[in-house]
Nanobody
Framework: QVQLVESGGGLVRAGDSLRLSCTAS????????MAWFRRAPGKEQEWVAA????????FYANSVKGRCSISRDNTKNTVSLRLDRAELDDTAVYYC??????????????????WGQGTQVTVSS
């Protein structure tokens, strides 16, 4: 059974950078795309970024493009998310998720089989 555990959330000031990590256990981490989603209070789940199995292909939501970087280390079974110039609207619970194929096949969430428990990120002014 695959388990995903996020870390790195907390309180950050607007304009600062935040970095989240997700460590996977079980399964073949390097065979699957990974993604980050978030859910802000009162809002629907939002896809943030995705990365393919090798790390050579990355994809970003328009809301974070240009200030976000997703990366992975298949030797450590980790995927990371860096978000620069944090905005108040970045406040959310962030989840990492493991996809069902080598490359990301969608961004609705249904394409991801395993999810972490989430980590809270709060951006203050």
């Amino acid at each position: 059974q695959v388990q995903l555990v996020e870390s790195g959330g907390g309180l950050v000031r607007a304009g600062d950078s935040l970095r989240l990590s997700c460590t996977a256990s079980g399964g073949q981490f390097s065979n699957y795309a990974m993604a980050w989603f978030r859910r802000a209070p009162g809002k629907e789940q939002e896809w943030v970024a995705a990365i393919n199995w090798s790390g050579r292909m990355t994809f970003y939501a328009n809301s974070v493009k240009g200030r976000c970087s997703i990366s992975r280390d298949n030797t450590k079974n980790t995927v990371s998310l860096r978000l620069d110039r944090a905005e108040l609207d970045d406040t959310a619970v962030y989840y990492c998720a493991q996809g069902n194929s080598y490359d990301p096949t969608g961004y609705t969430g249904s394409e991801y089989n395993y999810w972490g428990q989430g980590t809270q990120v709060t951006v203050s002014s």
